[in-house]
Each structure stands twice: as C-alpha cells, then as structure tokens.
C-alpha cells in the first residue's frame, strides 16, 4: 500500500451531508428511476467535520481494519468512458488487483458507475450521474446478502458460506481525469462509526426497492480523504462483509465541497466499479 506523500496536505474542515434520524422508515427513489437527480423522502443535515489526508498513513490502511485503502493502480484504458475498453481491458485490471491486494481466490464484477460534478453529471446506461453527496454505504447487512445472491446465484452463496468461504463487497473508486481539484470523496474510519449511526434506507429502483444506509452523524467518527488524486491512483471501499467477526464491514463515504474549491477547475470525473470478492474454505 506504498503512497508517495508528494501531494499530502493537511486536514481540512468541510460539510458532509448527513440523514436526520425519523421514526419511519426512510426512502428515495434513485436516478433510475427518477431520470435524473434521486429524490429524497427523509431530512438531511450538513455538519462540518474535520478530514484528514490519508496518505500520511497510507501504508497502515487496511479493508479489515478502517474499510478502506489507497492504492496506487494504473490502467492501461486511455478513455474510460469507452464501455468496451472497460469491459475487455479494465475489468481484467481490476481483477487482478483485487486479488493481488486481497487474496481473493475470485473476482466477480457486476456494475460501474461513471459520475462527475458537471452540470449535466456523467452519462450512464440508466441516465446521467453526479457525486454521491449524501454520506451512505452501498449495501446494508439485509441487502449485502440479497445482491451477493442476485450476482453469483443463491445457491452459489449458500455453497461458498456453507463450506467456510467468506464473501466481501468492495467497490474500486478512480478519477477518470486527475488531479481532483473538487468535490473529492470522504470516507470513514468504520472503528469509529457505531452501529447505531448506520440508517437503514430504501431505494427504489423501476424493477425492485434495494436497500442501503445513509449515515446519521456522530462526534467520533473520524474522516478521511485523498488530496489531489491522480487516475493512475484507486480507493478500494468495503461495502459488506459476510463475515461479522469484529472486523471492518461497512465504510460510510460521500463527496464534499472543497473549502474555496475554484468553480472553474476541471470537473470531478469517476468510475467505481463494484465487485464481489470470493474467499473459498
């Protein structure tokens, strides 16, 4: 997990965006299904926080142990809006990654999802989209096990469990153009986010209603980024762990204004690529 420290920076202090907590249950109906920006049923808050760089401790990161890490990964896709060099020449990248950094004994890739803080956000197959802004995790301890099971087939699940193999979400984060100058990603140490804190929320989508968690605030959690991110560089997120041994199984995220970031900077483009890691018994 070597990081040259070339383009670390101090912590900043920036708004994230956070779920007030509600009786019922919250929902919004996603860019699927809307056309365009998600439309939220729940209030939301902004609380300034404190965030740190991690590059200045790049080295110690661990999926395991804070959720997430940063890697350095080039790519040999020159556009990565091109859908065919992804899915013959990047994906084959990513898994090999993953496997390197993991151990994994598979890879199984199942969506990528292009965003950009622009006005008119990044093309998709379901529609334009821009930053995440609201603080959430992609899978919830319910939905982590049903979308594993959509992907890889119920009974594959229950084989791989039932023989002592473990199955980890993790979504690989890059900057299509870099350096990022705005709207960055935050991320959470998850040690510091209480179970409590993680909102189970429905999404709708036209074909099914999914299921994530948008983060309430808490005084210690503890907030991280990336200054300056380059393509050649990756963040590895874990968004679900099937194994709930004490370690690290869901990692809150979310973009943020840059305090004084220049309006006509270079727009922030990304690609995450979601995956499923398959650790046999």
């Known amino acids: 997990m070597s990081q040259s420290n070339s383009r670390s920076e101090t912590e900043v202090r920036a708004p994230l965006t956070f779920i007030v907590p509600q009786d019922s249950k919250p929902y919004f109906q996603s860019s699927a299904l809307t056309g ?33 890490e940063l890697r350095r990964h080039e790519t040999a896709v020159e556009d990565l809006y091109d859908d065919a060099a992804v899915e013959e020449v990047y994906e084959p990248e990513v898994e090999a990654l993953l496997k390197a950094a993991t151990g994994a004994d598979r890879v199984v890739i199942f969506d990528h999802t292009r965003r ?19 603080v959430h995790v992609d899978y919830t301890v319910g939905s982590g ?6 992907t890889l087939g119920a009974g594959e699940v229950e084989r791989i469990l039932a023989a002592g193999g473990r199955i980890v979400q993790v979504n690989v984060w890059r900057p299509i153009t870099g350096p990022v100058q705005r709207t960055p990603l935050a991320l959470a140490d998850a040690a510091s986010v209480k179970t409590a804190e993680l909102v189970a929320t429905d999404q709708m989508f036209p074909d099914r209603v999914g299921e994530i968690y948008q983060l309430a605030y808490g005084s ?44 006509d900077a270079p727009a922030r483009e990304s690609i995450e690529t979601r995956t499923y890691l398959i650790f046999d018994g």
């Open 145 to 150: 096990p049903v979308r594993a099971a959509d």
């Open 220 to 263: 210690g959690q503890r907030w991280y980024w990336a200054p300056r991110m380059e393509r050649d560089e990756v963040l590895l997120i874990k968004g679900w762990d099937s194994l709930d041994d004490g370690r690290a199984m869901f990692t809150p995220h979310g973009a943020f204004p840059l305090p004084g970031q220049n309006a």
């Open 36 to 68: 365009g920006l998600p439309k939220v049923f729940f209030e939301t808050e902004d609380r300034e926080v404190t965030i740190r760089d991690m590059r200045q401790l790049a080295d110690e990161l661990s999926l395991d142990r804070h959720g997430f």
């Open 116 to 134: 950009s803080d622009s006005a008119q956000g990044a093309d998709n197959p379901d529609g334009p989209r821009g930053p995440a802004s609201r």
